[in-house]
């Protein structure tokens, strides 16, 4: 039967309700009669119609009473009718689907049997067969076998597509995408259902044009379960706008088609539940739910599974919101419906035991909630999901109930298994999503870590396993992000082409952004701008995996990562977790950071240390200050804060770190926007002064990292210094009254709040002319003229010119302004899921971008644009400008901005600033830096560090002030 998890239930719900819901409904039936051995055509036909009757009722029992004794003689029928046959097979296979239950191996055999029939009748592409073909990939859809009924969609869609019956088409891609999100297969999931709803409009028009029509269809009914569904999916994926918006465009529909109150916008309502939970919203989530119920009971009566399903979701609801006591009743009574309907066995039986299990830990009945998971778990092992993301959730929950009642061992390994099969899980779901949709599944996923680390914080669990965890589940979206930017190098025409789709629509997402913030674009054009930008993402990662489906992605874990660092050098990686509390189970866990730690001259991996470091708001906090301190120049108000954040996250691990040379560090959310060089020792001195080396990688398996081929073409530097802010933009002079032509302005379509952008005029850095020159000279003298070098300067460093010289450059030097944008620089269109369009660079004309005659060379670099870049030759980008280095932290996946925009494009290594770079000072810190780099041979954490070095003792023989904020701006990261 068709089973889902608590958050892909809406959508299940629709295989096959239609004519339960919206179907007319025929008088009450008499008695059936029994079938003669020759099973008569009238009789036959008679039965068929009394049992589109009672399923029209809800009466599945006896529709399938009446249906067996004839589908039972379903070969001898094909031989007189085959369209007959297949027309008593889809009556039973809807009651059956319809009632929520399995169907025995023997009637499989004869739908195969009368499906092979066909086939040899009437050939492998005869329209009849799509039909009955469906009813099989219907049976197979309830057995949960995802990979065969795949297929039988795949060939169904297709023999539908041949016959040009385009509707039809569309609802096969709807029931694959059921399927396929059922399976957590979310990205497939909202390809198949984006592309029955593209196929829907073009039949019967816009949205607009199918509200306006008139009257019932089943085609317009479709179309508002594709949108309800669909909306359901990007409340899982995180697009809350958009899920909202297609809610209420399904809410239209249906309100047209059945009226205010008819008992069909159960569906929709069910769905939006879902996501006024998501949004903390749980009162309307209630209400919702509660005239679901009622519409439903009045449907289907009180016995129906679909009245189970929405119990078990209110009583959900109602747990979240503490309303524990009606949550019990709604839960209890939803698991006897279910029970009594579909088995104890049934996968949607189990998702309800784990909501009970969930209610009973929290109000402190742990043997009654062990119970419950104990019996979820049972179901799970008995499936072909094991890796879901419900099995995953159930197992994490176990886990901690068993962290609480104090079984140590079992509770380690058992959280150590689900973070196991939520990674799996994850991988599956997003590697056909865009980037922001991935993140926030990642962030969403039920979390086994919390658990382990508890644990190992507290000596009830072993390092080494735990390390070799957090390094398997760190950064897996930009992982996979990465592996499509690999696999894009393909010269399949097909994947070249829909690069060139991303990189447009990267590129118009950019320009329109600018100009809503500026208030001159319109902020629906920017929606729809976003929407393309993912679909071709999208698109681009369903093709890149086709040709990745053969290769074996190796997963790093901590023994590959420790045979390949120099002995000589440290590893410290922290992590960021809820710590759980045994005593109080009700509470989320206290976010907390842990640091994993491998000592120099390490052997083997027994020597790892876990080192707890307590609660994160207090050692964020101490970053905070830090930072204010940086910013207001006082040294010994800086001194002491850098003391204080030191002693916070250093002190403790110092002591297992032996005698490094370098330290290679992991960072972890707001441990990202940490200058390790400018910590300030016990006697007063600088970590550079006395300290090792460090470096920074996102992620422990970027030290294994290994370049799949040597970097082609020429040994080349662009160098960007100098910029002329105040030049034309675009095309020069003529462009003046190109603006109010080329975009529909909208003066009040951005938020005033948000004057960071639009209001800011970008003064000259003179000294950045002489640094790019600077550069140049360096880098020409010490590569003896072997290096072509490329200069753009002035009103030529405009974004054109830096999108045409940087794809070829193993070496990028970029001395301009930077820009970071507070939210308030979101339009509501975007959600707080933008953060490449946030942070950027400046490049020529951007103080005259109003004027700008082509939109894509406004002088406004964004970290979106640079992501759309080919930087894989970069083996080295310098940004320096401010604030390059900052953006949105998220936890296990690094900084969201211009470094992961950069990392995206391809570059290997990086050069970013943590704070706004002196005009004067940049150009010596770049000097020494460059030298080390090119003339000494040091690599880059050792030239990063001798260059800050340098400069800060320069200043202190010179009398000059040793703030950090003149010598320490600059940190490295990337591959080792």
């Known amino acids: 039967m068709s089973r889902c998890p608590w958050q892909m239930l809406a959508v299940c719900l629709w295989f096959c309700l239609g004519v339960a819901i919206a179907g007319p409904v025929s008088a009450e039936p008499s008695e059936p009669e029994p079938a003669d051995a020759a099973l008569g055509r009238e009789l036959v036909l008679e039965a068929l119609e009394r049992s589109k009757g009672l399923v029209a009722e809800g009466k599945y029992d006896e529709a399938e009473a009446l249906m067996r004794p004839v589908f039972h003689r379903a ?226 009566g009180q016995d129906h599974f679909y009245l189970g399903l929405a119990r078990a979701s209110l009583g959900r609801v109602l747990t979240e919101s503490g309303q524990t006591e009606e949550a019990e009743l709604q839960l209890l009574t939803a698991l006897d419906n279910l029970q009594a309907s579909l088995g104890p066995n049934a996968y949607r039986t189990a998702v309800v035991h784990r909501r009970l299990g969930d209610l009973y830990r929290r109000s402190g009945r742990p043997t009654d909630a062990l119970d419950h998971y104990q019996k979820a778990i049972a179901v799970h092992d008995q499936g072909p999901f094991r890796e879901h993301p419900e099995v995953a959730r159930n197992l994490a929950e176990t886990a901690r109930l068993l962290f609480e009642a104090g079984h140590d061992q079992e509770a380690f390994d058992l959280a150590l298994q689900a973070e196991s099969r939520a990674r799996t899980a994850l991988v599956t779901s997003v590697d056909v999503l865009a980037e922001k949709q991935a993140i926030y599944v990642s962030l969403d996923r039920s979390r086994g870590l919390d658990t382990v680390l508890t644990l ?44 060139r789709e991303l990189v447009e629509a990267r590129r118009r997402l950019a320009t329109l952004y600018v100009q809503v913030v500026d208030r001159l674009g319109n902020p629906r054009h920017l929606a729809e701008a976003m929407n393309r930008r993912d679909a071709a993402e999208s698109a681009l990662a369903e093709s890149s995996r086709v040709f990745r489906r053969g ?25 960021r977790y809820h710590h759980l509390s045994s005593s109080e189970p009700d509470r989320p866990g206290v976010p907390s950071y842990m640091a994993f730690v491998r000592p120099a001259g390490a052997v083997d991996t027994m020597g790892v240390a876990a080192v707890p470091l307590g609660p994160a708001d207090l050692i964020d906090r101490r970053v905070e200050t830090y930072l204010t ?241 080919d930087l894989s030759r970069a083996q080295l980008v310098v940004l320096s400008a401010c604030d390059t280095a900052l953006g949105r932290a998220v936890p296990g996946e690094g900084v969201l901005g211009l470094r992961r925009a950069f990392r995206v494009a391809g570059a290997k290594r990086l050069l970013s600033s943590l704070w706004p770079v002196d005009d004067a000072v940049a150009e010596q810190w770049m000097t020494v830096f460059y030298r080390s780099l090119f003339d000494i041979g040091l690599d880059l954490p050792d030239a990063s560090r001798r260059a800050s070095r340098e400069v800060l003792l320069d200043r202190r023989r010179k009398g000059l002030e040793t703030h950090p904020y003149f010598w320490a701006p600059f940190i490295s990261e990337g591959l080792m």
């Open 75 to 300: 070969a001898e029928l094909a031989g007189q009718d085959l369209v007959l046959a297949g027309a008593v097979v889809e009556v039973l296979a809807h009651a059956l689907h319809s009632a929520g239950r399995d169907v025995e191996p023997t009637d499989r055999a004869r739908l195969l049997e009368l499906i092979a029939l066909q086939e040899k009748a009437l050939g492998p592409y005869h329209p009849a067969l799509a039909k009955v073909l469906l009813e099989l990939a219907c049976l197979s859809h309830s057995w949960r076998d995802a990979p065969e009924t795949e297929q039988l969609y795949q060939r169904i869609y297709e023999l539908q597509e041949r016959e040009g019956d385009r509707i039809a088409a569309a609802r096969t891609r709807n029931y694959s995408a059921i399927l396929l999100f059922e399976a957590g297969d979310l990205g497939r999931a909202k390809e198949a259902y984006e592309e029955a709803l593209r196929v829907l409009e073009a039949e019967l028009g816009s949205f607009e044009q199918i509200l306006a029509a008139e009257g019932y269809t089943t085609e317009r009914a479709l179309v508002a379960e594709v949108l309800s569904s669909l909306a359901m999916l990007t409340v899982v994926t995180g697009d809350h706008g958009r899920s909202e918006a297609l809610f209420q465009q399904a809410g239209r529909l249906y309100e047209q088609l059945f009226g205010p109150e008819h008992r069909a916008l159960g569906r929709n309502l069910y769905n939006r539940s879902f996501l006024l939970s998501r949004l903390g919203r749980d009162e309307e989530a209630i209400r919702s739910l509660r005239r679901v119920v009622a519409l439903w009971t009045e449907l289907l």
């Open 456 to 499: 190992t914080s507290e000596g009830g669990g072993n390092a080494r396993r735990a390390w070799d965890g957090v390094i398997r589940s760190r950064a897996l979206v930009l992982e996979e992000v990465l592996s499509r930017r690999q696999m894009s190098k393909e010269s399949h025409p097909l994947i070249q082409e829909q690069i």
């Open 551 to 575: 290769l074996e992605r190796r997963r790093t874990g901590l023994e590959e990562v420790l045979r390949k660092i120099p002995k000589g050098d440290a590893l410290v990686a922290f992590v």
């Open 629 to 869: 301190w940086i910013a207001r120049h006082s040294e010994s108000r800086y001194q002491q804060a850098a003391r204080r954040l030191r002693s916070a996250i250093w002190d403790p691990v110092a002591a297992e770190l032996g005698e490094p040379a370098r330290v290679v560090i992991v960072p972890d959310s707001e441990l990202h926007r940490v200058q390790w060089n400018a910590l300030v020792m016990e006697d007063g001195s600088y970590w550079v002064e006395h300290g090792p080396a460090t470096h920074i990688v996102t992620t422990e398996r970027e030290i294994v990292s290994i370049e799949s081929a040597p970097v082609q073409g020429p040994n080349a530097l662009l160098t960007v210094g100098g910029v002329d802010f105040d030049a034309p933009a675009g095309l020069g002079e003529d462009a003046a009254e190109v603006s109010s032509a080329r975009f529909e302005a909208n003066p009040t379509a951005s938020t005033g709040a948000c004057s960071a952008l639009r209001d800011r005029r970008f003064a000259a850095l003179d000294g950045s002319a002489s640094e790019a020159r600077r550069v140049a000279e360096l880098a020409r003298s010490f590569e003896g003229g072997g290096l072509r070098v490329t200069e753009l300067s002035g009103s030529d460093a405009g974004e054109a010119a830096f999108r045409a010289s940087a794809p070829e450059s193993r070496y990028l030097h970029l001395a301009t302004h930077g820009f970071l944008l507070g939210q308030e620089c979101l339009p509501e269109v975007s959600g707080d899921t933008e953060p490449f369009l946030r942070s950027g660079l400046v490049m020529a004309g951007a103080n005259r971008r109003h004027r700008a005659a082509s939109a894509e060379d406004d002088g406004i670099l964004t970290a979106e644009e640079i992501a759309a870049l």
